[in-house]
Each structure stands twice: as structure tokens, then as C-alpha cells.
């Protein structure tokens, strides 16, 4: 994020030697491809003026003064409603007040809910929902916290965080004081969980910094806040860091706050900007990555009691292959080889390589970034949200990177790409690597911001994945996946019974053509942000389904009949055979 900060720890890292990773079907090995080969039937196009989603970002001044106006804001993608159809909710920044920035104006920011009309059109729907606020926010999620059968909203504020209960009729209210919830910190990026594995979604909360305006440097008035000459914004190097948060769901609408008694506190605070959820040693028990600026990443192993230790260093996941900290912004874990656990992904600063992490079976990562192809083409890029997902529906799993620069003076860098950047997508060719397709994926990767939060998920009910992006000071943007050819495919919701109702942390397992994918439920991910929770698969030109199975947070495994294709179901927990 804002001053990339590379250092080399005074700790001797050693990643050991290479093992071929455990899992059979291991393509991602850095094996050789061309690029000119791979038929680009990837296109994207921007409908936001007929979608009818009119919003605009504010996140302070127009220079970015300080550190707390750069960060943006995230995107979430739910059903609140239960018609069947994918809404949007966006989430709004805020300005200071004199003499820390652009005095009063027009009312307040507020985030915005806007509800699917269908066609690939949405109305605005906040005053009538009840979610007008004006609170500074940056991160959401989505998940049904307390198991009623609709998606609750949390979202992370610079200051007190907010829960909105969802009543099912349309409306929500704010119940962050009686849940519990109101973590006082300057919250980025959120996350639902079912750590515990009672069957109650428990929230954690990545906090960037601690930050007061009267105690910092505005921008210009410290020599040594400066940018390749410019002057800048002063931090996050130099501010107070701040712990992450974790509240344990007692099942009766409340919250207790764990962070201290669970282990996350534990750790020194850090930078935090990115989350997501993976069980990386594949024990049932869900752990927790964060990506943070500056500083290591963070791994918090779930020990199955109750209780985390961080295993980022040890397990090859806190640094890069050249043993430095990186600008972490946005994540997101992937099962992207046959038979094998979840690899990690991770978007940082400009003048440095993103982070692919893959997983090598036995409790170590091995990054392989410049391997697959996924290194060079973001060098001078910055990167925030970003996902792997399906666009084509071949059944590989591709990747797409919302792009910006932190702070708009680089505009006047010449080796900067500057303030707005066009965001990626990358093609997987199947062989091996990722291909830079951009440039060919249609006018939708044609546009220029500043982008920070973005989420996909099937807006049209077409069965393919659109995009949501969250644009700092400008226009959201939503991009419609117009694609050909149309190849196969099948859309499951799980729905818990003992889990969670939302079925988030549950991993859908679908054979198709002689090939086994998996996707994971996943609250909060990219960076401040969600996709649909529907497990999505491309099934490229097979024609049926051989095989479905959910593996449920509680850790029971079940199979159900073989789906029809092109379709979405709902699978329920309990009402499948045990395989």
C-alpha cells in the first residue's frame, strides 16, 4: 500500500528443498505454453449506466492528504432477498472534517444496496432497506449469523464496525450494540466463519492501523513522507500497527470477543488490508490468512480447540521467495490442481511481483509465482481485489486483478503506470501457466480507475460470472460477461442444517468429463469484499454430471444425486448419503 517497504528480516529463511507436492493431476509446475495458441473466448463488457448501479466512491480529498483517504472500499454480492436473484451492496468511504481535509458539502456518504430486477437490472433500494449510514467504511460480508434463512451485512468502518440484521422482509436493521460487535479500530477486511465448528458463523476482523488525524503529518509538511520524489501521504510505515479481531458467535444473537483468549492476539499487530479462509493442512478446521503491508503475512493455524497459532513463517507463506515482506493488499485461496489443497494468492504494490503460493501437501507452501506466469505482467502495477473464477466455463480456473495506484501524485512519476490502471485477466491455458489477456477479454477490461473491492457472481442468471468493482473516487463499475462459446455448466448452493444455514466453509466437490473440481464457501475474500456464495463450475463440453459431493464445516461428508447441467440447485445438509 501506500510506501512499499521491502526489508530483509535478521531471520534466516529457509524453505527447504523442493518436493513434488502431494495430489495427483499437477499441471502448475511451470510447464511451457503459448500464449498466441490460447483462443481468447473471454469478453467482458461495462454496463453500468443501463444496470442502473449509479454509485460514487468517496474516500476523502481529492490529494490524498493521508493515509486513511487511499484504502477504498469493498463490494459484496448476496441474495438479501431470497428471489433467487444475485444483488449488489457497495460500500462507501467518507471525508475529514476541517482542517484535516474538504470541509462539509452534500449529505454524507452512505454505502448502497441495490436490488436485482432482473436483466442485468437493479434499483437503488438503501433509504427503503434501512442501510443509510454515514459512517467511514472500507470491508463487508455477507452471512446469516443467526441462522433465520436470510444474509446478514457486516461492514468494516474506520471507528465502530456494523452488523445489520436482515429482517426478511426487505429492511435491515443496525444491531451492532446488542450483538456485541462494534470493534473500535480501523477496520479493511471481514470475513464469516464457522471456526468452531458449532454450527454459528463467527466473524473476523483484519484492522489496518491505528490512526487519528491530529497525531499525523498531512501530506507535504514531512520531507521524508516522499515517493520517487514525490511528496506523499505519511504512513502506514511509522504508525501504530493494529491487532486483528475475532468474536466467537454464542448462538443467541451475541458476540463474545476472543482475539486474546483464542491466540490471534497473540501475534504482534500488524498492517492488515486482506483476508480469506482456507483449511490449508486439510484437518477440517478452518484457518485464516492475512495479507498486510509491509510486514509478513499472517497464517492462524486452528488448532481444533478453540484456539490459533500462527504459522506464516514457518510455513513459507509470510514472505516471498526472496525472504521479504511485500505490500499485501488484496487474497484469495484456490483449489486449483486436482487432488491437491489450497494454494494462496496474494496482490501487492507496484515494482513488485504478486504472490502465488502453492500448497505443497505437508504444512509448507512453495511460491512459484514467476512459474505460472503470473509475475512479470503486474510488475509495475498495484494491484487490490482479486479472485480466481470460471468466466469461460471451461472447468479452469482463471484470474482476474482490480488495479490502482494508493496515492494520485503518480501521475507525476514517469516509471509509474499512475493513479487509474486498467485491471487483469489471466487465461488458464491448462498447460501449466497463466496468460495475460486484457488486452483481448473486450471493452470491460478497457476501463481506466483507480479500482480497489471487486467480487464476481452470476448477475444475469445467464450461468456465467460478471464482474463488481468498487472504484476509488468514481463510478462503480459492472462488467457482463459476454462471452462465447457457452460451454456447460452447474451452480450449487449448499444449505446447512448442523452447519451454518449458509453452508460458508463447506468445499463442493463435482466430476464432470473424467475431471474432479472443488470450490469453498467463502465469506470475505479479494480484498474487503465477496463473491456469490454459490459454488460455481464450468463443465467445459461435458454433458452431464457424474458425481456431487459437500464435504459441511462440521466435517460430515455426503453425496447427493447427480445434478442436472446448466443449472443451479440447492443441496441440504443431511439429505445426502454418506459416501
Given at each position: 500500500m ?8 535478521l531471520?534466516?529463511?529457509t524453505?527447504?528443498c523442493e ?9 502448475f ?8 495458441a ?6 467482458f ?12 466512491t ?15 472500499c469493498g ?6 432477498d ?16 476541517p ?36 459512517a ?9 449469523y ?8 457486516f ?19 443496525d ?5 456485541g460487535?462494534?470493534?473500535?479500530g480501523?477496520g ?9 465448528r ?23 509538511t ?8 514525490q511528496p506523499?501521504?505519511?504512513?502506514p ?13 454464542r448462538?443467541n444473537?451475541?458476540f ?14 500488524s ?14 478446521w ?7 503491508d ?17 504459522v506464516?513463517m ?17 487474497t484469495?485461496a484456490v ?11 496474494v ?17 509448507f ?16 502495477h ?9 468466466p ?9 486483478i482490480?488495479?490502482?495506484?494508493v ?12 493513479w ?15 496468460i ?5 477479454a ?65 468445499v ?13 464457501v ?18 467445459g463440453?461435458?454433458?452431464k ?32 448419503s454418506i459416501?
Open positions: 501506500p510506501i512499499r517497504m521491502l526489508f530483509c528480516l531471520l534466516l529463511f524453505a527447504g518436493k513434488k507436492p502431494a495430489g495427483g493431476g499437477y499441471p509446475d511451470g510447464a511451457s505454453s503459448s500464449a498466441s490460447t483462443a481468447v473466448t473471454v469478453r463488457i461495462d454496463v453500468t449506466e443501463k444496470s442502473g448501479v449509479k454509485f460514487h468517496v474516500c476523502g480529498g481529492k490529494e490524498k492528504d493521508y493515509v486513511l483517504e487511499v484504502n477504498g463490494v459484496v454480492l448476496l441474495d438479501y431470497n428471489d433467487g436473484k444475485l444483488d449488489i451492496f457497495l460500500v462507501n468511504g467518507s471525508k475529514l472534517p482542517p484535516y481535509g474538504e470541509g462539509p458539502g452534500s449529505p454524507p456518504p452512505s454505502d448502497a444496496l441495490f436490488r436485482n430486477l432482473g436483466g442485468m437490472s437493479f434499483e437503488n433500494v438503501t433509504q427503503t432497506a434501512g442501510l443509510t449510514e454515514s467511514w467504511g472500507c470491508g463487508a460480508a455477507a452471512g446469516d443467526d441462522n433465520d434463512g436470510d444474509p446478514d451485512i461492514v468494516t468502518n474506520y471507528g465502530p464496525d456494523c452488523l445489520w440484521q436482515n429482517h426478511g422482509n426487505g429492511t435491515f436493521t444491531v451492532t450494540a446488542q450483538a460487535v462494534g470493534d473500535p480501523w479493511s477486511s471481514c470475513a464469516f466463519l464457522d471456526y468452531d458449532d454450527g454459528f458463523l463467527d466473524l473476523f476482523i483484519v484492522n489496518y492501523v491505528e490512526f487519528n488525524p491530529a497525531n499525523v503529518k498531512r501530506r507535504g514531512d520531507p521524508t513522507c516522499q515517493y520517487k520524489g506523499i501521504l505519511c504512513g510505515v511509522g504508525l501504530p500497527t493494529a491487532p486483528c479481531t475475532l468474536y466467537r458467535n448462538g444473537g451475541t463474545e470477543e476472543v482475539s486474546a483468549r483464542s491466540g490471534i492476539r497473540a501475534v504482534k499487530p498492517y492488515g488490508l486482506g483476508v480469506t479462509v482456507i483449511d490449508f493442512d486439510d484437518d477440517g478452518l484457518d485464516i490468512y492475512v495479507a498486510n509491509t510486514l509478513p503475512n499472517l497464517l492462524f493455524r486452528n488448532k481444533g480447540d478453540g484456539t490459533f497459532e500462527e506464516g514457518s510455513s513459507g507463506v509470510a514472505l516471498n521467495d526472496h525472504a521479504l515482506a511485500q505490500a499485501g493488499m488484496g484469495d483449489f486449483l490442481r486436482e487432488g491437491a489443497r489450497e494454494d494462496l494468492f496482490v501487492n504494490y507496484e515494482d513488485d511481483n504478486n504472490t502465488f503460493y502453492r500448497n505443497d501437501g505437508n504444512g507452501f512453495t511460491e512459484i509465482t514467476s512459474a505460472i506466469g503470473l509475475a512479470e505482467p503486474c510488475f509495475k498495484l494491484g487490490w481485489g482479486t479472485f480466481f473464477f470460471d469461460d466455463l471451461d472447468g479452469k480456473l482463471d484470474l482476474f482490480a488495479q490502482g495506484h496515492v494520485p501524485q503518480a501521475d507525476q512519476i514517469p516509471s509509474s503506470p499512475g487509474k490502471q486498467f485491471n487483469k485477466l489471466f487465461l488458464n491455458d491448462g498447460a501449466g501457466r497463466f495475460d489477456i486484457s488486452s483481448r473486450g471493452p470491460g477490461l478497457e476501463v481506466k480507475k483507480s479500482s480497489r473491492g471487486a467480487a464476481c457472481g452470476d448477475l444475469d442468471g445467464d450461468g456465467d460470472l460478471d464482474i463488481v468493482v468498487n472504484e476509488i473516487d468514481d463510478e462503480a463499475t459492472v462488467l457482463e460477461n459476454a462471452g462465447s462459446p457457452k460451454n456447460h455448466w452447474v451452480a450449487v448452493r449448499p444449505l446447512g442444517t448442523a452447519s451454518n444455514r449458509d453452508g460458508i466453509g463447506a463442493v466437490i463435482v466430476r464432470a468429463g473424467g475431471k474432479e473440481q472443488k470450490r469453498r467463502r465469506s470475505g475474500s479479494s480484498y474487503a469484499s465477496q463473491s456469490e456464495l454459490t459454488a460455481r463450475f464450468g463443465l463440453e461435458a454433458r454430471v457424474d458425481e456431487l459431493r459437500v464435504r459441511w464445516p462440521t466435517g460430515k461428508e455426503e453425496r447427493y444425486p447427480p445434478p442436472p447441467i446448466d443449472q443451479k440447485v440447492e443441496v441440504v445438509e443431511g439429505k445426502g459416501p
